[in-house]
């Protein structure tokens, strides 16, 4: 199963203020340890929002909105995909990593959907479909 972990961003990395050195050696020996578990797929780290853009959709118009973003609870500062047994092996790799920009905050755990189960949706959703037709027919 493979999981992406995402780590919200802080003010202080919205700021573009560096961690300390402390806290980025222990993020290093963490990071060292999933990597020495074989779990460790990917590990991004994101510039401040300040630097990014959304796009706005609404019917056929398109806004773009350049960043910053006021809610940092909403913005995503990084991310690591990493590849486990189950939920409960990624929510124990979770508890062990450093307080998230040495100021506390939260990780978000969010299972990546295989191409397997995407197969199974498309053949559910043409099931669907139809069924739906034949309904339509009566």
Not at 4 to 13: E, F, P, T
Not at 39 to 63: D, N, Q, Y
Not at 81 to 100: F, G, H, M, N
Not at 121 to 127: A, G, M, Q, S, Y
């Amino acid at each position: 199963m493979r999981f992406m972990v995402i780590v919200k961003a802080s003010r202080n990395c919205e700021a573009g203020v560096e961690p300390s050195g402390q806290f980025l050696a222990e993020m290093d020996k963490y990071n060292e340890a999933l990597a020495k578990a074989g779990i460790l797929l990917e590990m991004v780290r994101l510039h401040p929002s300040s630097k990014g853009a959304r796009v706005r959709f609404s019917g056929t118009e398109r806004a773009v909105i350049d960043g910053p973003f006021a809610e940092t609870k909403e913005i995503i500062g990084g991310f690591w995909v990493w590849q486990v047994r189950s939920k409960e092996e990624a929510i124990d790799w979770v508890k062990r990593c450093p307080l998230p920009h040495n100021e506390g905050g939260e990780i978000e755990i969010r299972e990546v959907v295989e191409a397997p189960e995407l197969a199974q949706n498309d053949e559910i959703l043409r099931k669907d479909t139809g069924l739906r037709a034949k309904r339509a027919k009566r």
